[in-house]
């Protein structure tokens, strides 16, 4: 192994690589606001106790769980306008991670509602609390403590899929890394690189995740 | 030019189909040897060990796996000056990738067990490896099948990005007839049902295995 590593392309770059990384950011914000939406919407139908809600939340659940997310990109992208529909990279792209993550957090928020003891409300409503302000202070809080984790993987998940969408030309960093590669054949410097980058920003996720943690859902500490 | 009518295009993605499986069932198979190897690192009482498998973990899951098929394919070429075919690359980034899964989930499934098991093995005069293979991989193994098989789904559906690096398998060639019929909707219809058909029998298996197998404390 005789090679010479040569990292000048990243700092010549590095404009480049910022603007890919916050339309990877933009793009992961904005999905991941629609998905959890998307969630709460498919979470509410699944405990509705009506079959015809239920029914068609698991399968769209069980749908976009059970199929990889390069196939839900193309599906949208290239297969929408069939239909008339047609969206740009960018759109197609917060679509489909949206449709995705939203699958993944209905299970989730589910779960989270689920966890919560039918004693609890029946014990809030007995102390006379209204039925918002049980919702509001006796379901939300540990609901939301017992999913914190589970969305935050989730969130962690989706940020990484959104190099996917370098496929469909959305100039994210991964396709940064593309263009940069296709011109200078620094593939290792470069993928590297970007796996860095990458990586950085799955643990300033988790940071943040951490001290939110600490200060917010303290009142759960009991059960770690 | 030959016409690819609803039939002839089934008939060719259940062809794919094929690379898919064997390309899930390698990355499964030598993630799951290399998973096990890490996840020992991880719990041995080793601290650099311990670094080591940590890093290795916190590497593959906080990169995207395209990444991780790119690095293989493109980095590793240029770097070593050997070129891997598509395949061998993509077993190469499919195995890291889901080796470090695994070893994360087997870690935990270990760790769920309480520390007196070891204790009670140290007790009656086993040494760490009598501990390990006698009282807790067994009793891990339990806890680990469900999650490990649901696991499996997430590995198939990996697979798919190894169409990116010009592997074919379904998803290439999914693309590929795309590309001559532009029927995109119902080919990645029809490409996404066949990915569901093999993964939702999976999912399905893993849920009931994670009822059956629940450990009781």
Same mark, same amino acid.
């Given at each position: 192994?005789?090679?010479?590593?040569?990292?000048?392309?990243?700092?010549?770059?590095?404009?480049?690589?910022?603007?890919?990384?916050?339309?990877?950011?933009?793009?992961?914000?904005?999905?991941?606001?629609?998905?959890?939406?998307?969630?709460?919407?498919?979470?509410?139908?699944?405990?509705?106790? &009506?079959?015809? #809600?239920?029914?068609?939340?698991?399968?769209?659940?069980?749908?976009?769980?059970?199929?990889?997310?390069?196939?839900?990109?193309? #599906?949208?992208?290239?297969?929408?306008?069939?239909?008339?529909?047609?969206?740009?990279?960018?759109?197609?792209?917060?679509?489909?991670?949206?449709?995705?993550?939203?699958?993944? %957090?209905?299970?989730?928020?589910?779960?989270?509602?689920?966890?919560?003891?039918?004693?609890?409300?029946?014990?809030?409503?007995?102390?006379?609390?209204?039925?918002?302000?049980?919702?509001?202070?006796?379901?939300?809080?540990?609901?939301?403590?017992?999913?914190?984790?589970?969305?935050?993987?989730?969130?962690?998940?989706?940020?990484?899929?959104?190099?996917?969408? %370098?496929?469909?030309?959305?100039?994210?960093?991964?396709?940064?890394?593309?263009?940069?590669?296709?011109?200078?054949?620094?593939?290792?410097?470069?993928?590297?690189?970007?796996?860095?980058?990458?990586?950085?920003?799955?643990?300033?996720?988790?940071?943040?995740?951490?001290?939110?943690? &600490?200060?917010?859902?303290?009142?759960?500490?009991?059960?770690? | 030019?030959?016409?690819?009518?609803?039939?002839?295009?089934? @008939?060719?993605?259940? @062809?794919?189909?094929?690379?898919?499986?064997?390309?899930?069932?390698?990355?499964?198979?030598?993630?799951? $040897?290399?998973?096990?190897?890490?996840?020992?690192?991880?719990?041995?009482?080793?601290?650099?060990?311990?670094? $080591?498998?940590?890093?290795?973990?916190?590497?593959?899951?906080?990169? /995207?796996?395209?990444?991780?098929?790119?690095?293989?394919?493109?980095?590793?070429?240029?770097?070593?000056?050997?070129?891997?075919?598509?395949?061998?690359?993509?077993?190469?980034?499919?195995?890291?990738?889901?080796? *470090?899964?695994?070893?994360?989930?087997?870690?935990?499934?270990?760790?769920?067990? /309480?520390?007196?098991?070891?204790?009670?093995?140290?007790?009656?005069?086993?040494?760490?490896?009598?501990?390990?293979?006698?009282?807790?991989? /067994?009793?891990?193994?339990?806890?680990? @099948?469900?999650?490990?098989?649901?696991?499996?789904?997430?590995?198939?559906?990996?697979?798919?990005?190894?169409?990116?690096?010009?592997?074919?398998?379904?998803?290439?060639?999914? *693309?590929?007839?795309?590309?001559?019929?532009?029927?995109?909707?119902?080919?990645?219809?029809?490409?996404?049902? @066949?990915?569901? *058909?093999?993964?939702? /029998?999976?999912?399905?298996?893993?849920?009931?295995?994670?009822?059956?197998?629940?450990?009781?404390?």
């Amino acid at each position: 192994m005789n090679y010479q590593f040569d990292f000048s392309v990243i700092w010549e770059n590095i404009d480049l690589l910022i603007v890919g990384a916050w339309l990877t950011l933009k793009i992961s914000f904005v999905a991941i606001a629609f998905g959890i939406a998307l969630g709460i919407l498919g979470s509410l139908a699944r405990t509705s106790g &009506n079959r015809i #809600f239920n029914g068609i939340a698991l399968a769209y659940v069980e749908i976009i769980r059970n199929t990889p997310y390069l196939i839900q990109l193309f #599906f949208i992208f290239f297969g929408l306008p069939n239909l008339g529909i047609k969206l740009s990279a960018e759109q197609a792209a917060i679509l489909s991670l949206a449709v995705n993550f939203g699958a993944y %957090s209905t299970e989730i928020i589910r779960a989270g509602v689920e966890s919560i003891h039918q004693g609890q409300i029946e014990a809030g409503l007995a102390i006379g609390f209204k039925k918002l302000a049980v919702f509001r202070y006796i379901v939300i809080p540990p609901a939301l403590a017992n999913i914190y984790r589970a969305l935050i993987g989730q969130i962690i998940l989706a940020v990484l899929f959104t190099s996917v969408i %370098s496929q469909i030309a959305a100039e994210d960093l991964t396709y940064v890394g593309d263009y940069l590669n296709s011109r200078t054949f620094r593939s290792f410097e470069i993928y590297f690189t970007l796996a860095l980058l990458y990586l950085a920003i799955v643990w300033l996720i988790k940071g943040i995740a951490f001290l939110v943690e &600490n200060k917010v859902f303290a009142f759960a500490k009991y059960k770690r | 030019m030959e016409e690819f009518t609803l039939y002839r295009i089934f @008939i060719n993605l259940v @062809i794919a189909t094929k690379w898919t499986l064997i390309l899930s069932v390698i990355s499964f198979v030598g993630g799951g $040897i290399v998973g096990f190897l890490v996840m020992l690192m991880r719990i041995s009482p080793v601290k650099w060990l311990k670094q $080591i498998s940590w890093f290795y973990v916190e590497f593959f899951q906080g990169t /995207p796996l395209l990444l991780q098929l790119f690095l293989a394919f493109f980095g590793l070429s240029v770097v070593f000056g050997v070129n891997l075919s598509p395949i061998a690359a993509a077993t190469l980034a499919l195995t890291g990738f889901t080796s *470090a899964f695994l070893a994360d989930i087997w870690r935990g499934s270990i760790e769920a067990l /309480p520390h007196g098991q070891w204790e009670a093995g140290s007790a009656i005069g086993f040494g760490y490896f009598k501990q390990l293979q006698l009282i807790i991989l /067994p009793q891990a193994v339990k806890i680990a @099948i469900a999650p490990t098989v649901g696991f499996l789904v997430q590995v198939i559906k990996g697979t798919s990005l190894a169409s990116i690096i010009g592997f074919t398998e379904l998803s290439r060639a999914a *693309a590929l007839i795309n590309n001559v019929t532009l029927k995109s909707l119902l080919i990645f219809g029809l490409a996404g049902l @066949i990915y569901f *058909a093999v993964c939702y /029998p999976l999912s399905i298996w893993s849920q009931q295995l994670e009822k059956k197998l629940a450990y009781k404390a």
